[in-house]
T-cell receptor, first 118, second 110 residues
Framework: AQKITQTQPGMFVQEKEAVTLDCTYD???????LFWYKQPSSGEMIFLIY??????QNATEGRYSLNFQKARKSANLVISASQLGDSAMYFC???????????????FGTGTRLTIIP | DVKVTQSSRYLVKRTGEKVFLECVQD?????MFWYRQDPGLGLRLIYF???????EKGDIPEGYSVSREKKERFSLILESASTNQTSMYLC?????????FGQGTRLTVV
């Protein structure tokens, strides 16, 4: 089973509109965390936002917010007031423990290619 | 500034060659990872390491091995490169809520 599922291979959004990128995850752990990364055409991986499983508030970073619904195991990224520079691949990732010694693993989804239309 | 440095940005190798991809970090992070990125498949985990000389298989370890002799350096080895290993390879380090990536190595096996 996929640990991280991103069901939208591609999205087209009008500039200045808000956009939601979906991410669902699968874990039986109580302690885990979720990341979102942006990858522009240059190829670098840019950290956007992080949500810990015990965080009670949804994470926000500027125009980015994470809609965390723990019971549904979803961690959707919301970008408000989209800009042309938001066009990129977006990846959701999960960190989880793999041993009792605190060792962790970082697993990614297949990504969503977001295109902002002027 | 965090630095995760991969030794090559572009690499072209012949089928059957032994290939080394090097990754060095200056963050003193315990966890290091190697991924390959292919269109439509996202980032797939090849191997990861949480300590010197420790390694764990990821989701697609076949055809690869790794070495971590020092905390800051994590090497990915293709014992006998094949054309289906043509891909973008990304190294990452992680500690709790922080994870950082190298610039990637685009490997072409001909």
């Amino acid at each position: 089973a996929q640990k991280i599922t991103q069901t939208q291979p591609g999205m087209f959004v009008q500039e200045k509109e808000a956009v939601t990128l979906d991410c669902t995850y699968d874990t039986s752990d109580q302690s885990y965390g979720l990341f979102w990364y942006k990858q522009p055409s240059s190829g670098e991986m840019i950290f956007l936002i992080y949500q810990g499983s015990y965080d009670e508030q949804n994470a926000t970073e500027g125009r980015y917010s994470l809609n965390f619904q723990k019971a549904r195991k979803s961690a959707n990224l919301v970008i408000s007031a989209s800009q042309l520079g938001d066009s990129a691949m977006y990846f959701c990732a999960m960190r989880e423990l793999v041993s009792n010694f605190g060792n962790e693993k970082l697993t990614f989804g297949t990504g969503t290619r977001l295109t902002i239309i002027p | 500034d965090v630095k995760v440095t991969q030794s090559s940005r572009y690499l072209v190798k012949r089928t059957g060659e032994k290939v080394f991809l090097e990754c060095v970090q200056d963050m003193d992070h315990e966890n290091m990872f190697w991924y390959r990125q292919d269109p439509g498949l996202g980032l797939r985990l090849i191997y990861f390491s949480y300590d010197v000389k420790m390694k764990e298989k990821g989701d697609i370890p076949e055809g690869y091995s790794v070495s971590r002799e020092k905390k800051e350096r994590f090497s990915l080895i293709l014992e006998s490169a094949s054309t289906n290993q043509t891909s973008m390879y990304l190294c990452a380090t992680q500690l709790l809520t922080e994870a950082f990536f190298g610039q990637g190595t685009r490997l072409t096996v001909v």
